[in-house]
């Protein structure tokens, strides 16, 4: 799924990390960990695709395999949590997707609410929108920067719901006792 | 077909967030008449109708770069960049959808705009109506791409003024002589060079 040899990333004279060797295959779990501004954030971008390595091969399935969750919910504050998933449905091709964006707001508890601007929802349930917004097209790998952010008991108990799912995953938290068993590689930064 | 549903989507999105935050359109309209009131006053009498219409065409540049600086603030505060980059649709529906929604902006802006420069100075002619038409397609497509450009940027309020208002001159000069041709050709060779590497311009944001 994903193969990184000697992979490195600078910005300018700053070096955010080097010497990573990933063999990420199909359903396993790499935890990330390390302390704030090691590079974690980083390293998921380079793995999403979304920044080029510095240095090092970097091998990743097609990008529409790719969910991938930021910091942020990156979800548009002033459209509806409904317009939000209905457009990320379009844009990534989502089959019957009235119904799986249904499902979604359904299972994530924001269906009462999915007429509501996301400017009016608590940090909690934006994260559970974004949530939603990557597992709209059944993503083969999910990328997650401290997913359990801004959740709620119930929220960390759906998202471990998603972890427990077959698929690649890799996740970065600075707090990894909640999935440490889960994972099936670790990669530290200090 | 898909290409144009996902243009449609976005810049759908675009205008609802607009009509929503109500942050951009309204600044635009506020700026292109206080500036064209100011020029009113400024302008010593007498001067000639090309004067005029050299002030009408700053004021336009200059609410036009006041709505591209804002174009892509949602995208920027929000992280939406990423959501947007991985989908896998064209990445060139983002740019045109963002280009038809500053259009739409502007051409807001030009309906007061006209008629309030039509009050402040002299009458306006068909010819110039045209040509605002036309330089409103190049600074949409020139605008939105360096618009993107400076959302990487760290000095980005810097950034967008220092790579549009050079590209801008032409515009201002076919504006101002009514070369319509010139305009045509200006929005022909930018669409195509704008849309052809936006791809390559949000490949690291």
């Known amino acids: 799924m994903i193969a990184a040899r000697g992979l490195a990333k600078r910005f300018g004279d700053r070096r955010v990390f080097r010497d990573v060797e990933l063999a990420l295959g199909d359903g396993e779990f790499l935890l990330v960990t390390g302390p704030n501004g090691s590079g974690k954030t980083t390293l998921?971008?380079?793995l999403a695709g979304l920044a080029a390595p510095s240095a090092g091969a970097l091998e990743l399935p097609a990008r529409h395999t790719i969910g991938y969750l930021g910091h942020s919910p990156q979800v548009y504050r002033e459209l509806t949590a409904l317009e939000n998933l209905t457009l990320f449905g379009r844009l990534y091709r989502v089959p019957e997707r009235a119904e799986r964006v249904g499902m979604l707001l359904e299972r994530f508890g924001l269906w009462e609410v999915r007429h509501e601007r996301v400017s009016t929802f608590s940090r909690g349930m934006r994260q559970r929108l974004g949530l939603c917004r990557v597992l709209l097209h059944e993503p083969s790998l999910l990328l997650l920067d401290e997913p359990y952010n801004a959740l709620d008991a119930q929220g960390a108990e759906l998202l471990d719901g998603i972890l427990d799912e077959p698929r690649t995953l890799v996740v970065?938290?600075?707090e990894p006792q909640r999935v440490e068993h889960r994972a099936t590689q670790r990669l530290a930064f200090a | 077909m898909s290409y144009v549903a996902d243009v449609g989507a976005l810049a759908r999105k675009d205008l609802l967030l607009e009509l929503?935050?109500?942050?951009?359109?309204?600044?635009?309209?506020?700026?292109?008449?206080?500036?064209?009131a100011i020029f009113h006053f400024a302008l010593p009498r007498g001067a000639g109708d090309t004067a005029a219409l050299g002030l009408l065409?700053?004021?336009l540049i200059f609410t036009a770069l006041l709505g591209l600086t804002r174009a892509f603030v949602a995208e920027r505060e929000q992280s939406m960049f990423d959501a947007l980059v991985l989908a896998p649709c064209d990445r060139s529906a983002i740019w045109l959808a963002k280009a038809l929604a500053v259009l739409a902006f502007l051409a807001a802006a030009e309906v007061v705009a006209l008629p309030a420069f039509a009050a402040f100075f002299s009458g306006i002619g068909g010819r110039t109506i045209a040509a605002v038409a036309l330089a409103d397609v190049g600074i949409a497509a020139v605008g939105t791409l360096f618009g993107a450009m400076a959302v990487a940027g760290r000095a980005r309020e810097l950034l967008l003024p220092l790579l549009f208002l050079p590209m801008a001159i032409p515009i201002v000069?076919?504006?101002?002589?009514g070369y319509l041709w010139f305009l045509?050709?200006?929005?022909?060779?930018?669409v195509i060079l704008a849309w052809a590497t936006f791809e390559y311009v949000v490949a690291e944001i």
């Open chain 2, 57 to 59: 065409w700053s004021a």
């Open chain 2, 20 to 36: 929503r935050a109500k942050e951009t359109l309204p600044s635009m309209l506020l700026f292109v008449v206080a500036a064209l």
């Open chain 1, 172 to 174: 970065a938290t600075h």
């Open chain 1, 44 to 46: 998921l971008r380079v």
């Open chain 2, 184 to 190: 045509v050709l200006y929005d022909a060779i930018f």
């Open chain 2, 173 to 177: 000069v076919g504006g101002v002589g």
